[in-house]
C-alpha cells in the first residue's frame, strides 16, 4: 500500500470512528510520496511508520492503529492483521462493539422508515 493510499484510509476512519473513543486522534508523519526524503544519492528512503490513529477505548486502553495490505493492526503489538478496522475494534474493544452495533440499527431502521 503506497502512502497516500494509508493517509487516506486513516483519515476515512478517523473521521467516521472519532466520535466513538474518548480520544481520537490522526497522526501523519508521511502525508505523501511527494514529502518523503531522498537520500544523497537520490534514492527514496523506505516510509517510516509515523502514519496511524491514536485512539483510547472507552476501556482506557491505549492503541496506535495503522493499516496495511495486510489489514488493519496495533502498532507495537504482535502483528495480527484484521481485514476491517471495525473487526480489529471489535476485537479489541467491547464497548467499541455495542456502540458500532447500536450505531448500525438506528441506520437501517433510518433506511426502513424512508420506504
Not at 544523497?40 to 477505548?57: C, F, H, R, V, W
Request: aromatic content about 12%.
Amino acid at each position: 500500500m503506497d502512502i497516500d493510499t494509508q493517509v487516506y484510509e486513516l483519515t476515512t476512519i478517523h473521521k467516521e470512528y472519532e466520535s466513538f473513543f474518548p480520544q481520537c486522534q490522526l497522526k501523519l508523519g508521511n502525508v505523501s510520496v511527494a514529502a518523503r526524503s531522498y537520500s544523497d544519492n537520490g534514492e527514496l528512503l523506505p516510509a517510516s511508520k509515523d502514519n496511524y490513529i491514536y485512539i483510547q477505548t472507552q476501556e482506557g486502553i491505549d492503541l496506535k492503529v495503522s493499516v496495511e495490505l495486510r489489514g488493519w493492526y496495533q502498532l507495537g503489538a504482535p502483528k495480527k492483521s484484521y481485514e476491517t478496522f471495525e473487526g480489529f475494534m471489535q476485537a479489541v474493544s467491547p464497548s467499541f462493539q455495542v456502540k458500532f452495533g447500536d450505531e448500525l440499527s438506528n441506520k437501517l431502521l433510518q433506511v426502513l422508515q424512508q420506504s
